[in-house]
């Protein structure tokens, strides 16, 4: 096992540093290619789990918006929904953020829609108490509304 291979498993910031200035010095027959392709490739896997991720409560609170609102403010009629808008809010811009910082992804949007909703699902059923028949069984909203900041569904 090289000194690259067994740093990496012993001490992965280290590992790093030392393929960066291997690289910055064009090292390039000294890097430890199956890890480096390995860490690259998770990479990607971790933008694609952050959209999803990112997707997840913001489908939650808008599936909320829309099947709970009105139920709560007829009960409470201060309710004006803000710790949701919040939470919308929040996840719009750190989406978008992330879509600034790799447009690639936006070809990965409705598969990451497809892989949140069922968890969005869950979440909503579980907060709302509403049955899970109350809701769609798929995403309902595009991905020009999921993004729109301007967007909130109608209140059912």
Known sequence: ????????EQD???????????LKQGRVEEIDVDHLIEELEDMGKSNRRELVNRFIPLIAHLLK??????????????????????????QRTKMTK?????????????????????DALKVAVSETGLPKS???????????????????????
């Open 1 to 8: 096992m090289s000194n690259l291979v067994a740093e990496y």
């Open 12 to 22: 992965f910031d280290a590992w790093i540093q030392q393929h960066i200035n291997l």
């Open 65 to 90: 918006w829309q099947y709970q609102y009105k139920q709560l403010q007829d009960q409470w009629v201060t309710f004006t929904g803000g710790s949701w808008r919040g939470t919308i809010t929040e």
């Open 98 to 118: 992330l879509l600034k910082q790799s447009p690639s992804l936006n070809g990965k949007l409705p598969e990451a829609i497809l892989d949140a909703y069922p």
């Open 134 to 156: 109350t809701f769609p069984n798929s995403c309902p909203y595009t991905i020009k509304q999921l993004l729109d900041e301007d967007f909130y569904p109608e209140i059912l």
